[in-house]
């Protein structure tokens, strides 16, 4: 089992900038890919963003590239999401989630979530 406990979310302006942290225990992180997805109310969970075990390589969705940056740190358990630019659309409920694989851009392909964090970003 993995746990994760996701942090950060909150209430930003537009245009302005927020920094999730997700912490993870329970089995060895370096063995997971890890993902953050969103929900947003009235709408299906959907891709935000994905990093390798290492770190050495990351995926975005359309929406977010160039404006969000996924980060992690193994020696610390923790994997980071920093949102700049924000807009009004990328307010939603945060989710970071973990598999033992490769990553992924589907929901469905990951074994662990989090609880969430809400992220509202006012106009």
């Known amino acids: 089992q993995v746990q994760l406990v996701e942090s950060g979310g909150g209430l930003v302006q537009a245009g302005g900038s927020l920094r999730l942290s997700c912490a993870a225990s329970g089995r060895t992180f370096s063995n997971y890919a890890m993902g953050w997805f969103r929900q947003a109310p009235g709408k299906d969970r959907e891709f935000v963003t994905a990093i390798s075990r290492t770190g050495s390589s990351s995926r975005y969705a359309d929406s977010v590239k160039g404006r969000f940056t996924i980060s992690r740190d193994n020696a610390k358990n923790t994997v980071n999401l920093q949102m700049n630019s924000l807009k009004p659309e990328d307010t939603a409920v945060y989710y970071c989630?973990?598999?033992?694989?490769?990553?992924?851009?589907?929901?469905?392909?990951?074994?662990?979530w989090g609880q969430g964090t809400q992220v509202t970003v006012s106009s």
């Open positions: 989630a973990a598999r033992m694989s490769i990553y992924s851009t589907m929901t469905q392909a990951y074994d662990y």
